[in-house]
């Protein structure tokens, strides 16, 4: 598979999302991905982060790159399936390989952009939310930029809702996402603990939007 890498054709995809023909599909995947993880708003402190998680679930689970098909080449459009079938896992770093504490698999991308690098190597006891894509033609394993880090203080508590989610048959989407949900919460109310924030019973909770604002608020 030759001309653009697949970190390059993600770069592209997202470029495109910007033009004012996606506006509409662009607002409906980010309301989606919203309803499944948290809102997220400029004034936020994790909004940058946030973003870059939504385009990368746009990207890979909301097959984003479809619909702007028309405007990559044909070695982008190659990489559009494998982008789709991304391993999306909780990982954890260990002897240089990405360990998901999830499905238990171990990868070692090879390919992976200078921001995720630093990220990783300051990632020494955390748990992240991240994709990685591989293909056979090139041979490639690569991490997509994106990932969520769960700060230190919450590695403990995560275990216990890692348990409750297999006990309830989730699927890997839905814990991840309930536990991006957890991470936003343990953010916006600074006085608490994370085993506050990451909890079994909030598996099934609502998604903080619009209306948890107005709880986080009363609850700080």
């Known amino acids: 598979?030759?001309?653009?890498?697949?970190?390059?054709?993600?770069?592209?995809?997202?470029?495109?999302?910007?033009?004012?023909?996606?506006?509409?599909?662009?607002?409906?995947?980010r309301a989606d991905f919203e309803a499944r993880t948290g809102a997220f708003a400029p004034?936020?402190?994790?909004?940058?982060?946030?973003?870059?998680?939504?385009?990368?679930?746009?990207?890979?689970?909301?097959?984003?790159?479809?619909?702007?098909?028309a405007s990559l080449d044909v070695a982008e459009r190659r990489w559009l399936e494998p982008l789709e079938r991304?391993?999306?896992?909780?990982?954890?770093?260990?002897?240089?390989?990405?360990?998901?504490?999830?499905?238990?698999?171990?990868?070692?991308?090879g390919?992976?952009?200078?921001?995720?690098?630093?990220?990783?190597?300051a990632a020494s006891g955390q748990l992240f939310d991240a994709r990685i894509v591989g293909c056979d033609d090139p041979p490639v394993v690569a991490l997509l930029p994106g990932a969520v880090f769960h700060?230190?203080?919450?590695?403990?508590?995560?275990?216990?809702?890692?348990?409750?989610?297999r006990a309830a048959e989730l699927a890997v989407d839905e814990t991840l996402d309930r536990l991006l949900v957890m991470e936003r919460v343990l953010r916006s109310l600074s006085r608490v603990k994370a085993a506050y924030a990451y909890r079994a019973d909030a598996?099934?909770?609502?998604p903080a939007g619009a209306a948890g604002r107005q709880s986080e608020k009363r609850l700080a």
């Not at 700060?151 to 989610?165: N, S, Y």
């Open 1 to 29: 598979m030759g001309g653009p890498g697949v970190l390059e054709t993600v770069a592209r995809i997202i470029e495109l999302g910007g033009g004012s023909g996606q506006a509409a599909r662009v607002a409906a995947l």
């Open 43 to 69: 004034e936020d402190a994790w909004f940058e982060e946030r973003s870059r998680a939504f385009w990368i679930d746009a990207v890979t689970r909301g097959q984003f790159g479809r619909e702007v098909g």
């Open 86 to 109: 991304a391993h999306r896992g909780l990982f954890r770093t260990e002897h240089g390989r990405l360990v998901d504490v999830w499905s238990g698999v171990v990868l070692a991308p």
């Open 111 to 121: 390919v992976i952009d200078e921001a995720s690098r630093a990220e990783l190597d």
């Open 151 to 165: 700060p230190r203080q919450a590695t403990a508590a995560i275990e216990p809702v890692l348990v409750a989610a």
């Open 203 to 206: 598996l099934l909770a609502a």
